[in-house]
T-cell receptor, first 114, second 114 residues
């Protein structure tokens, strides 16, 4: 049972275009939503994160949009560049009483073409 | 340089032969965790540790053991590996076991169990 559903599985975008990756969750106990970027042969690295009391967060070309009522959030990459080609994971975090628990989506492989 | 170091990076072995994947972090982080990454499933947590001598099961702990005798080290032990444990493994650490602490990942260990 996938608690965080991510789509699409793969995405091809032309250089300069907008890349959009969507995630949805069911558990309302999640209260922190990070995105991780992973290059081949490397571990995931935190890209940007949002709290549910904020509807949008922007850092450079990367923007998270958050819809609390719909339990959905998305990553937008503006002016996509070949260097953005990577696998992106959305995640959701909650406290379990003794520790935090991070649940990942299934990942989206982004390819930005010239 | 702040980092999480995993060894080995690649390992091919046979069913039933005990193996250990080491993980070490130099950031004095309290929280450490192991994940496995499989196509179409994203990253799933195996075990985590909130501090020295404190460990607990994640989502997929069967067939794995861990220990946390020192703050910097968190080895993953497969006592009797089986082919279904063939996967890409990541160790991660964060300063504290809080849901809003970014996790720092190692570069991964690719295990093949024949």
């Amino acid at each position: 049972q996938q608690q965080v559903k991510q789509s699409p599985q793969s995405l091809i975008v032309q250089k300069g275009g907008i890349s959009i990756i969507n995630c949805a969750y069911e558990n309302t106990a999640f209260d922190y939503f990070p995105w991780y970027q992973q290059f081949p042969g490397k571990g995931p690295a935190l890209l940007i994160a949002i709290r549910p009391d904020v509807s949008e967060k922007k850092e450079g070309r990367f923007t998270i949009s958050f819809n609390k009522s719909a339990k959905q959030f998305s990553l937008h990459i503006m002016d996509s560049q070949p260097g953005d080609s990577a696998t992106y994971f959305c995640a959701a975090s909650r406290n379990t009483g003794t520790a935090s628990k991070l649940t990942f989506g299934t990942g989206t492989r982004l390819q930005v073409t010239l | 340089e702040a980092q999480v170091t995993q060894n080995p990076r690649y390992l091919i072995t046979v069913t039933g032969k005990k193996l250990t994947v080491t993980c070490s972090q130099n950031m004095n982080h309290e929280y450490m965790s192991w994940y496995r990454q499989d196509p179409g499933l994203g990253l799933r947590q195996i075990y985590y540790s909130m501090n020295v001598e404190v460990t607990d099961k994640g989502d997929v702990p069967e067939g794995y053991k861990v220990s946390r005798k020192e703050k910097r080290n968190f080895p993953l032990i497969l006592e009797s590996p089986s082919p279904n444990q063939t996967s890409l493994y990541f160790c991660a650490s964060s300063p504290r076991p809080s849901r809003r602490q970014p996790q720092h990942f190692g570069d991964g260990t690719r295990l093949s169990i024949l």
